[in-house]
T-cell receptor
Framework: AQSVAQPEDQVNVAEGNPLTVKCTYS??????LFWYVQYPNRGLQFLLK??????LVKGSYGFEAEFNKSQTSFHLKKPSALVSDSALYFC????????????FGGGTRVLVKP | GAVVSQHPSRVICKSGTSVKIECRSL??????MFWYRQFPKQSLMLMAT?????????EQGVEKDKFLINHASLTLSTLTVTSAHPEDSSFYIC??????????FGQGTRLTVV
């Protein structure tokens, strides 16, 4: 069975500082990894994905994530956070061998203070 | 990215009535659609997966007679909450997947049963 862990319920960071949101995963096969962001009372917006290729993936709004197979991690990063980045972030994994089902982490609330 | 439209965004209904939520892929054909439920400050819980023209596959613990899913076309899936009760109040989110790797999410529907 596939699973995702986001160890931090909330991350606080000052505007302009680097932001990191952690994610580790467990799958039996090769993982497809995703990051989504959710604003209050809204659906999820796709940020980026790792399927294959370069371990460093660049996505929307200046976010990037690094796939680390040995540590089974896919941490989300942004070099300089904005107040508007304050939202709920979800990491998700899909094991192609398990079909199209996405498994989500518990989510991490990011609060960027001015 | 692709657009998924979910309607209505908010609905209030009386206990015992049924509510239908629509999920449309506006600019792509969704071979697979997913329905999630999200409790406050929690992650998304997959309820069911539906493929166009076939019966939905429900996750363990989800009552298929209560949460009716219809995926009659490649651009439309509906979720009907039958005989709704206050405990069904939640945020429901659909997502749609075409031929690509990522799924796109609707805006979500806030259901309140009074």
């Amino acid at each position: 069975a596939q699973s995702v862990a986001q160890p931090e319920d909330q991350v606080n960071v000052a505007e302009g500082n680097p932001l990191t949101v952690k994610c580790t995963y467990s799958v039996s096969g090769n993982p497809y990894l995703f990051w989504y962001v959710q604003y209050p009372n809204r659906g999820l917006q796709f940020l980026l994905k790792y399927i294959t290729g370069d371990n460093l993936v660049k996505g929307s709004y200046g976010f990037e994530a690094e796939f680390n197979k040995s540590q089974t991690s896919f941490h989300l990063k942004k070099p300089s956070a904005l107040v508007s980045d304050s939202a709920l972030y979800f990491c998700a994994v899909r094991d192609k061998a398990a079909g199209n089902k996405l498994t989500f982490g518990g989510g991490t609330r990011v609060l960027v203070k001015p | 990215g692709a657009v998924v439209s979910q309607h209505p965004s908010r609905v209030i209904c009386k206990s015992g009535t049924s509510v239908k939520i629509e999920c449309r892929s506006l600019d792509f054909q969704a071979t697979t659609m997913f329905w999630y439920r999200q409790f406050p400050k929690q992650s998304l819980m997959l309820m069911a997966t539906s493929n166009e023209g076939s019966k939905a596959t429900y996750e363990q613990g989800v009552e298929k007679d209560k949460f009716l899913i219809n995926h009659a076309s490649l651009t439309l899936s509906t979720l009907t909450v039958t005989s709704a009760h206050p405990e069904d109040s939640s945020f429901y989110i659909c997502s749609a997947k075409g031929r690509g790797d990522e799924a796109f999410f609707g805006q979500g529907t806030r259901l309140t049963v009074v």
